[in-house]
């Protein structure tokens, strides 16, 4: 165990960005992000870490400063929310294309209109096709490790991917919690300094970020899709080593709770899980057969760990708190992807979606108490009598 302190997931952030030892760390303002390029700053301004810190004109120019610098052989780190997010959209690809191992923290929030400080992941979720590794961490702790692990992820020769930590913006990256702070000699063990597989050198020139003809397009994208699919077992390996050196065991997929016995579940990701389980555990007083199970790791998506996790129970929700307007299901992402990955077990197991959260909402516990009702009431009946339901209109 390393020193325990009680911080944000701003500050967690940043606190293992340092202790990464990164090159360059390149900024631009926008909350709810915004605190940990603050503590950043600070920690680069008394000297407690050695790296080039850049304050960019925008997020567009953000994400080119890392790119270049990590093409250079940089450890990198940036970060946005919002409509920041997606203000850099352009350069995503071309990092990924290039396989280069960025990190950029998301810590989210809702895209304009309503623009509202606070959680919804529909910022994050614009990207998730962009060739990056992504997941969400439910707590500061988890926002600290995640980082670290994310780094070793990316950078390992076998995958060499850029990743986006998110955490939902307020609930995670504003409250605090207790964070054990690993000492940096063990962090240095389970994360060596990087090396780049093609560095730039002024002495030996060569193009990156070119345009291709039509024909080199196929070969490239499925090495993109070879290197995704193929991080899948380094994602595995790197938690296992992480666990035994930290002595946080963490399943890289999907986190059940008090799943054993139930018959209705909760499929969620982000920080709003803590607030679920508090009703989770509340039920579970009460006599109700009701548990949860959280998605770690979006993408790549763990399809046969969610149809093992969901498998078992009589009906499933889930949780979007983003906005897919027109998408199969009229829910969200995760009710569409829990679907795709329960496909072939026919109708066995019902699904029904839940919005909630949007605009920068918290989920209360007496939405969540619904939804369990609901599910309740589904598992009694053997179907949903609808696909979804938006809180706390619906509900």
Known sequence: MGVVKRISGCVATATAVKLADVDVICSYPIRPYTGIMSELARMVA???????????????????????????????????????????????????GERLPVQMAIADRTLDPPGDFGSEHTDALCCRDQGWIQGWAATPQEALDMTLMYYRIGEDPRVLLP?????????????????????????????PPYKNHHVLDVRTPQIIGAQMEPKMGPGMQYQRYQAIEGSRKVIEEVHDEFGRLFGRKYNPW?????????????????????????????????????GLVRLRTFRPFPTQQVRDALSKFKVVGTVDNSVNFGISGAAGVLLTEARTAMY????????????????????THDEFYKMFMKLKEIAKAGKADKENYWLPFEL
């Open 46 to 96: 008394d000297g407690e870490l050695d790296a080039e810190f850049v304050y960019g004109e925008g997020e567009h120019g953000q994400l080119s400063v890392v790119y270049g610098a990590s093409a250079s052989g940089a450890r990198t780190f940036t970060g946005s929310s919002g409509v920041g997010v997606t203000y850099a959209m352009e350069v995503y690809s071309p990092i990924s």
């Open 163 to 191: 990743q986006y930590a998110c955490q939902d913006g307020y609930f995670v990256s504003h409250i605090l919690g207790e964070v054990d702070i690993p000492e940096a000699a063990k962090v240095k063990e389970f994360l």
């Open 344 to 363: 072939g077990m026919g109708d066995k197991i019902p699904t029904v979606g839940f919005v909630a959260g949007l605009g920068g909402e918290m989920i």
């Open 254 to 290: 999907v986190e059940e709770f008090m799943t054993d016995d139930a018959e209705v579940a909760l499929f969620i990701q982000g920080g709003h899980a803590e607030t679920a389980k508090t009703v989770v555990r509340r039920l579970r007083n009460l006599g109700e057969k009701v």
